[in-house]
């Protein structure tokens, strides 16, 4: 464990020393040259005193990476690490200055908390839904059963939408279990359209999907990328749209359909969860919330762009870091 008691220069000392130790090399050199000069010749004596003052010019270059270059480079690694959720917290082994030590702790403690306010998301969101799972469940087996029975038609169509009902609540838990694993950085990687554009085709026949630059990589896993173009294809699907088309450039993904596209007042909204125009066919407004959870857990963004004919959604990713 680092000892957080060890003394430290301050910054300003590390560059006030290094700025002064450079000048006073270079006078140093100054002064040994006109005494030395004269005994030695001019030439061996700036010869030696070159030496001398790369030598010692070279002390103070690594004195400078020790204490600042090292602590911040690490300092970037783990802050990297720490966004990929690929290490563990814990002190640098070395800070140099007592700026760079507070820096690294407030990352550290940033990242700490972050991790534990997603932890808790997770967990109330795990409890809530295997809470409300039980009696959904309940009232889905009982509207069943009843369904099962003679009951006359103004109690059958209650027991229908009791059924309705139930399947929503359904689909709604199991949403919000979805988005909320979307918010976990669990796809870094790199991949292109053509890996994932056989099984998106598969998973919605009923759309014709046509693809430019399909072997552009994109900082992103195939996995992450099905997910992505899967609630995409699926919006679209639900606004009518028979045609997907994907256009992929280096840190770049467009996606356009010629659905009905998204009106100006609900443009603003699409990505809030829970939104949705399509309530009455299945729609849990959780889709476009879901790309939007997993896209900034991996340090990219999705946004509507205008467009004359159905949705066009831009995706830009800012890359592995």
Partial sequence: MQR??????????VLGGALLGTLALSFAGLVALRYLGPDFGFRRAALGLAVLIGLATLCLGALLVRLLLRPITALS???????????????????????????????????????????????????????LKTPVSAIRIAA??????????????????????????EAQLDALRRVTAAREPGHHGMA???????GLQA???LLQIADVRA???????????????????????????????????????TVTDNGSGVSEGNADRIFAPFFTTQRETGGTGMG???????????????RLAP????????????GEG
């Avoid at 292109?192 to 056989?198: C, G, K």
């Avoid at 476009?288 to 999705?302: K, V």
């Fill in 4 to 13: 957080l008691g060890k003394w430290r220069p301050a910054l300003w000392m």
């Fill in 77 to 131: 690694r783990q802050a990297c690490d720490l966004r990929q959720g690929t290490r563990d917290l814990a002190p640098l082994p070395h800070y140099g200055t007592r700026e760079l030590r507070d820096l690294g702790l407030s990352v550290t403690a940033m990242a700490a908390a972050l991790q534990n306010r997603e932890a808790s998301v997770r967990t109330f969101t795990d409890h809530a839904t295997h809470e």
């Fill in 144 to 169: 069943e059963l009843l369904s099962d029975t003679d009951l006359p038609d103004a109690d059958r169509r209650l027991v229908a939408q009791i059924l309705g009902a139930a399947g929503q609540m």
């Fill in 192 to 198: 292109t359209l053509a890996e994932v554009l056989p």
């Fill in 203 to 205: 998973d919605h026949p």
């Fill in 215 to 253: 072997d552009t990589p994109l900082p992103l896993a195939a996995s992450g990328l099905r997910i992505v173009l899967g609630h995409l294809a699926q919006n679209a699907a639900q606004h009518g749209a028979t045609v997907l088309h994907l256009s992929a450039k280096p840190a770049l993904l």
């Fill in 288 to 302: 476009l919330t879901i790309a939007d959870n997993l896209l900034r857990a991996h340090n990219a963004t999705i």
């Fill in 307 to 318: 467009s004359t004919v159905g949705a066009r959604f831009v995706i830009t990713f800012a």
